[in-house]
């Protein structure tokens, strides 16, 4: 039941301003009626523990999502001191030894981004979901593996929030038009989202729902992107692991066309004479292709030994493109790839 601004700050034990503020950020539900806020009270949310921790800054809060995927790390142009090396350290390692994760980003993420619930005629989802201006995540990101049907959950730059409200006609939910988007913008400086949004930050978005279904997708995205904690110590080894990296963003925009490629390249390795123990690479990689994208992304990043054999007998040849290689192969030796040749490399 909608409760006023009072109620609401004394269920919670805040202040009025709190709430509001709270409100007007997203980590509240609510809308204005009459020029009145009218909050959403999830009683889930309520009851979960608190766990005395301080939200991380905005800043912070992308250094920690975007230290779970190295690469990505640099890319966005972080360059953490030290001190904040052996923070992000130390949270990364909490959040792997954790029984449950999800209080933690609950606790720590809620100031990566501005939260905005807006209604959008069903009929224009599809379109929006396709516009290259959002990043899906939460229920929408691919990795998640839910079925959001006529909902849509994104990240948007702030510099395109406003011409996406304008063009699909996203409004203000209201009784007889609830919310099925959620934006969650991010200042343009930030350039945090670059076509798929990190695996942490998708898992925070979805831990902020209430349903046992988003959490449980969002312990599994945690664990996929926690699952390289090793340094890879070869070159060819960290060249295989940022080939597979960048298959694994395809595989998030889109993995029926990347499947159908490991799909097929597999039936030709299975029709080549090999060694038992090569073929059973072969068919590792057949079970893996045939099972949740969410365990095939987590075991081509993966860091033991049998990932690191596994890597270099992949079946996703044609995936990428010469541009999209070479990216990879030179993120690996730690190089820009506008600054060096563009000579073909060995996968």
Known sequence: MPLSVVDAAARLGVTERRVRAMLESGRLDGQKVGGRWLVELDEGKMSSPRLGIRPLSARSCWSLILAAEPPRLAQAGFAPTPAERYRLKARLQRLCEADDPVPLLKAWLPNRAVRIRLHANPTDVADLRADRRIALSGVSHPAAGLL?????????????????????????????????????????????????????????????????????????????????????????????????????????????????????NIARMNEQPRSPYAQGWVDEWERLVAGPVPKLIARMLDSDERAIDLRQMGPFAGVLTQEERLAAIHRASGRNADSVDQSPSEE
């Not at 349903?211 to 890879?232: D, I, K, N, Y």
């Open 148 to 264: 959001s049907g006529h909902e849509l959950e994104a990240y948007v730059a702030s510099d395109d929030a406003g011409p996406i409200r304008a063009d699909y006609l996203l409004v203000e939910p209201r009784p007889d038009s609830p919310a099925n988007v959620i934006l969650r913008v991010v200042p343009e400086s930030l350039r945090v989202i670059n076509g798929t949004v990190p695996l942490l930050a998708a898992a925070a978005d979805l831990a902020e729902h209430a349903g046992s279904r988003e959490e449980g997708a969002a312990r599994g995205l945690v664990q996929t992107a926690l699952a390289v904690r090793r340094p890879l110590e070869r070159r060819e080894e960290r060249v295989s692991w940022e080939l597979h990296r960048a298959v694994a963003d395809k595989l998030l925009r889109d993995p029926n066309p990347i499947l159908a490629i490991a799909r097929e």
